[in-house]
């Protein structure tokens, strides 16, 4: 059966992105095509998502090749949400980045860079051949590596060296991996994986090759100990940039992890103790880095790490529930992660710098902004009915179930931590008074006309109310993430989706 | 570079190298070659150009600059791509003529995917090189 609707939400950013590149100065028509671009790739990936909730798993085999022979590109429920959620997410920095990128960066094509990155995370999330998933992570790190350095400032040209060292180490052991995996099993597909793995009888050179696809997925998504090229390279770009790598990047090895662990390698004892161990030393350092961060960018991409390790620790400890935790965890971050690096950025266009000690007084000023700023914050950290709660409330299940109290303590660790640093910093960024000092830059946020000020605020209205919909719409969530964590646990539709037979 | 032998070969050498390029292209879907290697001489044809008379000169003889190249070759291959959805079959399905056409042979959508790869590949490669060139002078 034919379904090249699945491929929409990839070939719609491509089609933006060239079309972009025909208006390589012209600024002003790059900013409305992408607006309608990703506006598009939206409507097309809600499409996929409810055809996906309706009809089961979708399947295309690309270039009419049989399955595991050819490229074949899947969308479970899994890969469509995680779409779904990145085109909120590309919907909404499209809308930032119209205001709050500098022109000089438009001239240097930042818009259809934009777009294939966001190509390439729609892409990673719908194939289902894993040396296929290798090229959409080189479209994703060539895509950052230049939205990371355009611009050329000299900090940025130093984060983006540590960044681009590391994704390439990683990038060498996930191909080292695919390698050995190819060696063992003569197929790349991953459904086809998932049969032949489990009857190769050589299962320490199995356990092996997991623990490549650990270490390179691991860099990518920031784990303990390789988590150091986060903190130092995220708070370099435009904001808007930061907001991209920030909510998805980091998750592009998350959904790695988690496609290639539940299909393919179903983690032994070894593999879970590993998972968890690195869980908790990331949620640790990860919440240690954040306290001691001034910066408001810098404390947020160490609480990116902090918060990573629960996701980590899901998938460690491998029950249904565990998982269903690891997954809300995962959908609640995303739109979240990409939301805080925006609204660092709407402080910096209003105070010129993202330095605590010299923020202040944001409340008095702007009253309605600070308590949209902080719907987002109280999701962030959990407050009951809102998104960041009902995660923690399976993951904690699931410890307890399986009796991990040490995986248990870090996350409640974790989460005081991410409270104590969050509160911290609305203290002091919105309720202390703004220091005294003449050599505070102009606002420049008052400045702009209302056209721009729209642009600015309504992506974080807009993700906030998404996130106040995963919050107080669990319900819906719950029911998604069940389902994923259900194929996950029994992937025989999967394999039967993809090869056509039992 | 101001040699009587270099400018003389020069002007027999572009277009030779153009024509081979073309063959390389056309060749590329059973045998060696292809799009990407095609481009990679035909732009060597322009750098020579260019080493010979001047950047400013090449830059004439083109008359659009090779940037202009990027987006209609990857406009071109993403065209080719999508092709085969409007009958109905999954992105990237080669489609083929029932006959070959002399001297060219059998052609299909695959052609136009490499003919936008070759486009492309001038483009880049001529950009990166005339930019760099035009900065040092």
Partial sequence: MINNYLILPVIAHLFTAVLLLFFWRRTVAQ????????????LAAIGLFTRVWNNGILVMQAANWEAPFGITFVADVFSSSMVLLTSFAGLAVSLFSAAGVARARMQY?????????????????????????????????????????????????????????????????????????YGITGTLNMADLAMKVPLVGHRILVDVTAIFFILGFGIKSAVFPLYFWLPSSYHTPPSAVAAIFGGLLTKVGIYALFRVFTLIFI???????????????????????????????RMFSYLIVCHIGFMIGGLGLFSEVALM???????????????????????????????????????????????????????LIGIPPLSGFWPKIYLFEAGFMTGQYILIAAIIIGSLVTLYVVSRMW????????????????DRFKRMGIGKKTLLVTPIAFLAFISLYIGLGAENITAVVQRIASEMMDTTPYIRAVLGKS | ?????????????????????????????????????????????????????????TLKLMRYHPAVLIPAGLALATLSMFAPVLLGLPVMTGLWIDEPIPVIGMVGSALFFDLGVYLVVIGVVLTILFTITQYNE
């Fill in chain 1, 31 to 42: 900013r409305i095509i992408s607006i309608a671009g990703s506006f598009i790739v939206l």
């Fill in chain 1, 325 to 379: 935790g690891a997954l809300f965890y995962l959908f609640h971050d995303m739109i979240i992660k990409t939301n805080l690096f925006l609204i660092a950025g709407l402080i910096r266009q209003q105070r010129g710098t993202m330095n605590m000690e010299k923020l202040g007084g944001l409340y008095a000023e702007y009253p309605r902004l600070s308590l949209l700023i902080a719907i987002v914050l109280f999701s």
């Fill in chain 2, 1 to 57: 570079m101001k040699s009587t032998i270099l400018k003389t070969a020069t002007s027999y050498l572009l277009p030779i190298l153009l024509l081979f390029s073309v063959f390389i292209l056309l060749r590329g879907h059973y045998h060696p070659g292809g799009g990407f290697v095609g481009g990679l001489i035909a732009s060597i044809a322009f750098v020579l150009h260019g080493f010979t008379y001047g950047t400013e000169n």
């Fill in chain 1, 109 to 181: 094509g930042y818009f259809p860079i934009l777009h294939f990155l966001l190509m390439g995370l729609n892409g990673a999330f719908l194939t289902g051949d894993i040396f296929n998933l290798y090229v959409w992570f080189e479209v994703i790190i060539i895509s950052s590596f230049v939205l990371l350095t355009l611009g050329g400032r000299k900090a940025q040209l130093e984060g983006a060296v540590k960044y681009m060292a590391l994704n390439i180490l990683a990038s060498t052991f996930f191909l080292t991996g695919i390698g050995m995996l």
């Fill in chain 1, 427 to 442: 203290a002091d960024v919105f309720w202390k008074r703004a220091p005294l000092d003449d050599t505070s830059p102009e």
């Fill in chain 1, 267 to 297: 983690p032994d004892d070894f593999i879970r103790t590993l998972l968890i161990i690195l869980a908790v030393l990331t949620i640790l350092t990860g919440s240690f880095g954040a306290i001691i961060k001034r910066n408001i960018r």
